[in-house]
């Protein structure tokens, strides 16, 4: 087995040796804002999987996303309080997809092309988003990533991995 494979069951096996470590960094995490850039992937395996390079034209960003439902903003006519619908609103878009969009928000001249979970703990969900530069020169020459230049705001229309899948788009 390869490196990749051996990093992959670790983060698979959730009773390892990664928990305390894990434990540890979402302390710090908590800390930080809610998006952060970083300098490389904290995994590897799943990144690399999900198409990012060890290269310049590629950043990866991570997001804290609240966990639970959201309140829906009040109706400014009157309405009986059964048909209010203030309580238990739940997004349609998953908390993954939210991060995306959230992040392509923040950083307009940037593509994303896919994202993965990094940790949880009981109030938020952090994930990792890989995002392309499609105007660096590296990007136009690479012919696995070329593809991305001519896509515009994927994270907004749904055409990342979390978008599709909370659009129930996937073909079967």
């Not at 991060?99 to 990792?128: C, I, M, T």
Request: with cysteine; hydrophobic share 30%.
């Amino acid at each position: 087995m390869g490196m990749y494979k051996y990093l992959t069951k670790l983060w698979q096996d959730a009773k390892g040796k990664i928990k305390p470590i894990q434990k540890e960094r979402i302390i710090k995490w908590r800390k930080q804002p809610s998006i952060v850039r970083l300098d490389k992937p904290t995994r590897i395996d799943k990144a690399r999987r999900l198409g990012y390079k060890a290269k310049q034209g590629f950043i990866i960003v991570r997001a804290r996303i609240k966990k639970g439902g959201r309140n829906r903003r009040s109706i400014p006519k009157g309405r009986r309080p059964k048909r209010y619908g203030m309580r238990h609103f739940s997004p349609t878009k998953s908390l993954q997809a939210i991060a995306e969009l959230r992040v392509n928000k923040r950083f307009p001249n940037l593509e994303v092309l896919n994202s993965y979970y990094v940790g949880d703990d009981s109030q938020h969900v952090w994930y990792e988003i890989i995002m392309v530069d499609k105007n660096h020169p590296s990007i136009e020459k690479d012919k696995d990533v070329e593809w991305i230049i001519c896509q515009r705001k994927r994270a907004f229309r749904g055409l990342t991995s979390a978008g599709k899948n909370s659009r129930n788009s996937r073909r079967k």
